[in-house]
């Protein structure tokens, strides 16, 4: 059974997002820390879907 990462970062993409919007009002920081974390699974998910492209 083959595991499909892109997935998996896409949506701990858009969960750091929703946390870092989520958590602005409580922590200074929580928007900045979530788009950074968001923009690694971002890239990670990149790195996942041209490898699994560049496999088939």
Do not use: E, H, P, W
């Amino acid at each position: 059974m083959r595991k499909n990462y892109t997935v998996l970062f896409l949506m701990l993409f858009s969960a750091f997002i929703a946390g870092g919007l989520g958590l602005q009002n409580f922590f200074d920081s929580a928007m900045i820390i979530g788009v950074s974390l968001g923009t690694v699974c971002l890239f990670c998910a990149i790195y996942f879907a041209g490898r699994s492209q560049k496999t088939q």
